[in-house]
């Protein structure tokens, strides 16, 4: 029985390729199929959660500094907030570039997820540019 997946030829009797390990009859290749699936949806899930505690906690931070210290954030802390912020908006933006492709490759549609690449590399720049004019002061 020759694999699907790779073209290895494999004994009749054969559940699974001996090259890739692909299923040989249809059951066996859901099933991992499925398994693939599942594990690339758990990645996109742990994105999701990541993007939203640093979006989260970037937003709480001035909140709670001020209600206890009465005071605005210290430049320390304003740093470190706007990179908590920066790194949110990373994840966030990495994990709609991951959930368009996935969903672009389920409905087997062209690609939209290029675009939203496009849109991330703009949206980088403009949190860069944030990053340096809070630095310098302009």
Known sequence: ???????????????Y???CGYGLNESSS??????????????????????ITFL????FIPIIYNYFFS?????ILGALNLILLIIGSLFTIYFY?????KKDELKGQEP??????NIAILLLLLLITILVNYVTGY
């Open 17 to 19: 390729c001996r090259y």
């Open 97 to 101: 570039i991951l959930f368009y492709k």
């Open 56 to 59: 989260i906690v970037s937003f």
């Open 112 to 117: 939209y997820y290029s675009q939203i690449k």
């Open 30 to 51: 859901l099933d991992i199929t499925r398994v693939k699936m599942q594990n690339q949806f758990k990645k996109i899930y742990y994105i999701y959660f990541t993007a």
């Open 71 to 75: 005071t605005p954030l210290n430049p």
């Open 1 to 15: 029985m020759r694999c699907k997946n790779c073209g290895v030829e494999n004994a009749d009797d054969t559940e």
